[in-house]
């Protein structure tokens, strides 16, 4: 079963560009991890000014690995002031298991 890991990271106005401009010079590695199946930065539009870093992962274990390695702490080390995590101490993650999901019906459906 797949399961959903969401850094929800709360970012002032005033940084969101940086913060988008860190993302967009990301390390790239998450796509290349076993049990690694989607990510998403969704930037609030609305009514919040969390971001939500979407993940989604094969299962549990996959997750883990993933967040206990080095790929996670590379992603994550920063360097120095300017470039330290752009909004700290206002990260949260929550976890979820996908009980449904579903995606557009394939051409060959609609035919029907
Ligand atoms: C204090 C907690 C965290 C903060 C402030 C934070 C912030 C950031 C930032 C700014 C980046 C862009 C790369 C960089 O400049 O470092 C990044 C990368 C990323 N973060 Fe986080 N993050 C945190 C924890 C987490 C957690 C718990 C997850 C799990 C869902 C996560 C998922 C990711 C992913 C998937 C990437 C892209 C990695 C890649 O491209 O290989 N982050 N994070």
Redesign the pocket.
Known sequence: MSVV???A?TVPKERQER?EE??R???????STPGFEW?ELLRPQEGTDQYL?Y?RWENEAAYEAW?SGQ?FGR????GGDT?A????NS?H?WSYEVIESAGPKVAQDRQN
Do not use: M
């Not at 010079?25 to 796509?31: D, I, N, P, Q």
């Not at 992603?75 to 920063?78: L, P, V």
């Open positions: 890991k969401i850094n990271i913060f860190r993302f010079g990301r390390a790239g590695a998450v796509e990510f870093v993940t967040q790929d992603a994550h080390s920063g470039l995590p752009a909004a700290a990260a993650l």
